[in-house]
Nanobody, 127 residues
Framework: QVQLVESGGGLVQAGGSLRLSCAAS????????MGWFRQAPGKEREFVAA????????YYASSVKGRFTVSGDNAKNTVNLQMNSLKPEDTAVYYC????????????????????WGQGTQVTVSS
């Protein structure tokens, strides 16, 4: 009924940039935190970045901090991920997720924090 749809993925050379977007469809709802995860072939799903809507707090994985920026639009129930200085190791399927329970920033990287997940968008970084 409620879906999260990612867009903006694609193929880019190392050093390039991509901007991912995630939009809620169907019945709208308010989330306390929206985040991005990624999963590369043969790897576990890992946390990338998140933003808490109420306090506008953000949290980044160390591997992307300084290169990626997460932002959101509360009114549109969207979250964006601006990815700069992309590296081949950033290649993965990127998933957006929404958590509906209030949590502190220390829980943002935890997958169980999130209750709704998108289907993912492929990001491929070549060199």
């Amino acid at each position: 009924q409620v879906q999260l749809v990612e867009s903006g993925g694609g193929l880019v050379q190392a050093g390039g940039s991509l901007r991912l977007s995630c939009a809620a469809s169907g019945r709208t709802f308010s989330s306390y935190v929206m985040g991005w995860f990624r999963q590369a072939p043969g790897k576990e799903r890992e946390f990338v970045a998140a933003i808490g809507w109420g306090g506008d707090s953000t949290y980044y994985a160390s591997s992307v901090k300084g290169r990626f920026t997460v932002s959101g639009d509360n009114a549109k129930n969207t979250v964006n991920l601006q990815m700069n200085s992309l590296k081949p190791e950033d290649t993965a399927v990127y998933y957006c997720a929404a958590g509906i329970a209030p949590v502190g920033r220390w829980y943002y990287p935890t997958p169980s924090t999130y209750h709704y997940w998108g289907q993912g968008t492929q990001v491929t970084v070549s060199s």
